[in-house]
Nanobody
Framework: QVQLVESGGGLVQPGGSLRLSCAAS????????MGWYRQAPGKERELVAE???????NYADSMKGRFAISRDNAKNTVYLQMNSLKPEDTAVYYC????????????WGQGTQVTVSS
């Protein structure tokens, strides 16, 4: 089993920055991808960014240029640096790990709230 623990959310003013972290622990296969999703009230959960173990990244179009995903494989941790935050970035941000073993398994963190407001 895999556990994901997110941290770093909070309240920030428009134009500000936040850095989210997600630490994975438990039984993990070495081949995995980690990513961030978000869900705003009344909306579906959507991809923010994802990164493979080799460092290949994928971003949602609206996040390109403002958000940066990175990971430290030695610490099993993924980060999301969010800059130039807008009120519409307000959401619960979830960490996701995709494990590519004999089967593909998905794990989610509990979520961390990000609120962008003046």
């Amino acid at each position: 089993q895999v556990q994901l623990v997110e941290s770093g959310g909070g309240l920030v003013q428009p134009g500000g920055s936040l850095r989210l972290s997600c630490a994975a622990s438990g039984s993990m296969v070495s081949i995995n991808a980690m990513g961030w999703y978000r869900q705003a009230p009344g909306k579906e959960r959507e991809l923010v960014a994802e990164i493979t173990g080799r460092g290949s990244t994928n971003y949602a179009d609206s996040m390109k240029g403002r958000f940066a995903i990175s990971r430290d494989n030695a610490k099993n941790t993924v980060y999301l640096q969010m800059n130039s935050l807008k009120p519409e970035d307000t959401a619960v941000y979830y960490c996701k790990l995709t494990a590519f073993g004999r089967t593909v398994n998905y794990y989610w963190g509990q979520g961390t709230q990000v609120t962008v407001s003046s």
